[in-house]
């Protein structure tokens, strides 16, 4: 007989961080918005959920790092927007933030969502925060809630 494990979006009993760069704010806020709504919305209590602010994506790791290792919450969601410019620093931050992310939750068993957008410019960024393409910050809430129950 096959086992098949799954998680729910069931939130109640569930403590989440969610942690959100600065940087491009007007979308981040959305993004923010976008992931409590969903987490409330799925039984989780206001008390239940923590945000830290830092400055941009590439701070994000080190600060989902330092919360996964307090083992306080089932599960953290990350938020951030990096927009393309003219330089490569698209590419390092866009590249680092998801490693480090990932490494967070490799190291600490604690399920990490990403929830990090990544656009060629301004508008794309606006549709993924809330309007053609959604809200992402919903979106790694969901992650976040299913990963929670599954481990």
């Known amino acids: ?63 989902a790092q330092k919360i996964a290792r307090g083992k306080k919450v089932d599960a953290i969601i ?16 866009c590249g680092e933030s998801a490693k480090g992310i990932a490494q967070v939750a490799l190291q600490t068993d604690v ?5 990090i957008i990544t656009t060629e410019n301004t508008e794309q960024a606006i549709e993924r925060a809330g309007l053609k393409q959604g809200n992402k910050g919903r979106d790694a809430a969901m992650t976040a809630l299913e990963m929670a129950n599954l481990l």
Do not use: C
């Open 1 to 63: 007989m096959i086992k098949i494990h799954t998680g729910s979006y069931d939130g109640r009993n569930k403590r989440f961080a969610i942690v959100v760069a600065r940087f491009n704010e007007f979308i981040t806020k959305q993004l923010l918005e976008g992931a409590i709504d969903t987490l409330l919305r799925h039984g989780v209590k206001e008390s239940d959920i923590e945000v830290t602010w830092v400055p941009g994506s590439f701070e994000i790791p080190v600060a």
């Open 111 to 115: 399920p990490v969502a990403y929830g």
């Open 78 to 93: 990350t938020l951030g927007a990096v927009i393309r410019g003219e330089t490569a620093h698209f590419d390092y931050v």
